[in-house]
């Protein structure tokens, strides 16, 4: 037998519809695993081995949202881990509307995290006043101290005016190629 279209199961299941998810009667009841989540993206999707109690010959993709997992903190699934979820048929074909780990506890996520969300230090970490890192110009128990250019930390002058800075560009931009002097003998087998 071919498998059944996802339109066809929900409307066995239950009667799924192109209602909103509020419409709790267009819901259905499903449980499998992840088969696979981008946690940079927040988003994957869900293999169904059986909807309502009563397995599948073959298992269906439904697609799942971390704003749908049902967990503390960064949303996200691992790939295997058994869920629990509620689903509802729409026009780009089956979509998770809470997900939730066996018997409806909170799902585990995924040990990966974003590069973005990795935690950096980061330049306002560092005190704009005194230049201390753990606190902030507003906290600075020192009083109001001269402005400093970023680059070279004279009081002289701002960034947009450093000559270190403006020297270090020049030099990324305009690479010097060092030649060795040559000898009058290679120099006339270069012009041959």
Do not use: I, T, W
């Given at each position: 037998l071919p498998p059944p279209h996802p339109h066809s199961l929900c409307t066995r299941a239950g009667g799924c519809d192109q209602g909103g998810e509020d419409d709790a009667s267009a819901l259905s009841r499903g449980s499998g695993f992840c088969k696979w989540?981008?946690?940079?993206?927040?988003?994957?999707?869900?293999?169904m081995h059986s909807t309502d109690g009563a397995p599948l010959q073959q298992p269906l993709d439904v697609f799942v949202h971390q704003s749908k997992l049902h967990m503390e903190g960064f949303r996200s699934l691992r790939e295997g881990e058994a869920v629990e979820f509620t689903f509802k048929s729409?026009?780009?074909?089956?979509e998770s509307v809470h997900v939730s780990g066996p018997s409806g506890a909170a799902c585990l996520g995924s040990e990966r995290r974003p590069k973005a969300s990795q935690k950096r230090r980061s330049?306002?970490?560092?005190?704009?006043?005194?230049?201390?890192?753990?606190?902030?110009?507003?906290?600075?128990?020192l009083?109001?101290?001269?402005?400093?250019?970023?680059?070279?930390q004279s009081i002289s002058h701002m960034v947009a005016k450093c000559p270190v800075r403006a020297q270090q560009q020049h030099l990324h931009h305009h690479p010097q190629h060092q030649h060795q002097p040559s000898s009058p003998g290679t120099r006339e087998a270069e012009q041959s």
């Open positions: 989540f981008n946690v940079r993206m927040g988003f994957g999707f869900l293999s729409s026009s780009k074909g089956l330049k306002s970490d560092k005190c704009y006043n005194c230049g201390a890192l753990g606190h902030h110009a507003k906290e600075c128990q009083p109001p101290q001269p402005k400093k250019c970023h680059c070279c």
